[in-house]
């Protein structure tokens, strides 16, 4: 079936420098990028919707300055957290839909600790 | 803007037995899906079941199948035959008709299932 790669699956970080979070499609062509925070013990939220080639969607209230999204490839997004701070620490989750089917592929998360 | 709704933050069900979880949605469109995702401790989300709004008949996935009452806006999962394995967070998710990016998915708060010997 449809994998989709996360990596790091966790990192930690210095208050003040970015980090990359990457999700590569390894079987399909991901159209469609979702990118989600998750707090403990609670809900996805989404951050925002990319598709290949175009500018992120952004949802209200996410700063599109501070979460650089970047889907160039068919096969590869990228989230980078910029100048991050503790209250960034969360888990991140991406999640792709392809050309063919209609479903959704989710990757296996990266928890990230600002420190 | 569409919401989904989980009132049961935590259950539990002895290992064999039979439970549901609930799960509303609000929404003025007609052409929708509906999901149910499992998080087990790993935290990797899985498809459980889909439905989709233009059928009346209930998806159904082995030991997993859905109550869909869509005047009423309801959306249940329930687990037959309960297995250890089947314990996770348990999110209902939403999705308008396939209309390019409006093809996100909208969460619940999710349902912490416990299974029990």
């Known amino acids: 079936g449809a994998v989709v790669s996360q990596h790091p699956s966790w990192v930690i970080c210095k208050s003040g420098t970015s980090v990359k979070i990457e999700c590569r499609s390894l079987d399909f062509q991901a159209t469609t990028m979702f990118w989600y925070r998750q707090f403990p013990k609670q809900s996805l939220m989404l951050m925002a919707t990319?598709?290949?080639?175009?500018?992120?969607?952004?949802e209200q209230g996410v700063e599109k300055d501070k979460f650089l999204i970047n889907h160039a490839s068919l096969t590869l997004s990228t989230l980078t957290v910029t100048s991050a701070h503790p209250e960034d620490s969360s888990f991140y989750i991406c999640?792709?839909?392809?050309?063919?089917?209609?479903?959704?592929?989710f990757g296996s998360g990266t928890r990230l600790t600002v420190v | 803007a569409q919401t989904v709704t989980q009132s049961q933050p935590e259950m539990s069900v002895q290992e064999a037995e039979t439970v549901t979880l609930s799960c509303t949605y609000d929404t003025s469109e007609s052409d929708y899906y509906l999901f149910w995702y499992k998080q087990p401790p790993s935290r990797q989300m899985i498809l459980v079941i889909r439905q989709e709004a233009y059928k009346q008949q209930n998806a159904t996935e082995n030991r997993f199948s859905v109550n869909f009452q869509k005047a009423a806006k309801s959306f249940s999962l329930k687990i037959s035959d309960s297995q250890l394995g089947d314990a996770a967070m348990y999110f209902c998710?939403?999705?308008?008709?396939?209309?390019?990016?409006?093809?996100?998915?909208?969460f619940g708060t999710g349902t912490r299932l416990q299974v029990t010997l």
């Open positions: 999640s792709a839909r392809g050309t063919g089917g209609d479903g959704y592929t």
């Open positions: 998710a939403y999705r308008r008709g396939n209309t390019g990016t409006a093809s996100k998915l909208t």
């Open positions: 990319s598709n290949e080639g175009s500018k992120a969607t952004y």
